[in-house]
């Protein structure tokens, strides 16, 4: 009897000690657990951050777009401003330039009036000599 309990107790003690490495595993296997979960909750925070710094480059881009885009329209106002100007000017200076062709074709034909009244001057001062 007293070696069946030497043994149980020897295989109670083995039971212990395997039951202690089974708890320090069951710990080790948490704490390992614990540990990944920390780092996962701190990657998902990196990544979070990341996300919020990448939704402000992308709102900056489009307010940056939504300012190109604004001045592209104001550029395309001006250029309309200015071909408007242009074609005006261009008008201006094909009526005057009429005008002063006319001018010119009046002023041409009132010279030859005076030349063709001055010949039928002379011509008849010439006779009266005569």
Known sequence: ????LSNNREMLSDLM?????KERDVIGIEKTYH????????NLAKLKEQKRNRDM????LHEGLDMEQA???RVEREMDMVKSIAKT???EYEHNEKRRIEEIIWVTMMAKEW???????MDERCQ???
């Open 17 to 21: 000690g395997e039951l202690e490495r």
């Open 35 to 42: 540990d990944q979960i920390l780092d996962m909750e701190m």
């Open 115 to 121: 030349q063709t009244t001055l010949i039928d001057i």
């Open 128 to 130: 009266s000599e005569v």
């Open 71 to 73: 001045a592209k329209g």
């Open 1 to 4: 009897m007293e070696c069946e």
């Open 89 to 91: 000017r261009q008008a």
């Open 57 to 60: 480059e992308i709102a900056a």
